[in-house]
């Protein structure tokens, strides 16, 4: 499970950076105001296509209860949320309230020992993952 999710966390790095590159800055020709034909994104790579949102985010209280939103980008349903990634969870009590590959909801609440950062939130889809990143400000 770790060598996955070590996997997908590349998988999601190297999709977000190809989403980068094609997010570079204005032309000469759109900043002249003459219009542009855009350039669909790349797709993220294949195990990598779950999306995810946390809300509210940031975060402000410790216990403070969030909501796990998103889709699973074409794998079988939500099978599990992971928070963290040096041992410390961030999350406890995750609950999956649906698992629906199309959109899914789970619900969580910070840690009582968490303090102020940044920390990725994954969803695995059982062949697809997900990751966004949870600010706190406790």
Do not use: W, Y
């Not at 034909?37 to 790349?42: D, E, I, L, Y």
């Not at 969580?108 to 966004?132: K, Q, W």
């Amino acid at each position: 499970m770790k060598k996955r999710l070590i996997t997908a966390i590349a998988g999601v790095s190297l999709a977000a950076g190809m989403l980068g590159l094609g997010a570079g800055g204005a032309s000469a020709s759109d900043q002249a105001g003459t219009t542009a034909v855009a350039t669909a994104a790349p797709k993220p790579p294949k195990g990598a296509r779950a999306v995810v949102q946390v809300g509210p985010n940031p975060t402000t209280e410790r216990g403070q209860e969030v909501t796990i939103t998103g889709n699973c980008g074409g794998g079988e349903k939500l099978k599990a949320v992971f928070a963290g990634v040096t041992g410390k969870p961030v999350l406890k009590d995750i609950r999956i309230i649906d698992d629906n590959p199309k959109g899914f909801v789970a619900k969580a609440r910070l840690d009582s020992r968490i303090g102020n950062g940044v920390g990725p939130v994954f969803v695995d889809c059982g062949g697809e993952m997900g990751v966004t990143l949870l600010v706190t400000h406790v």
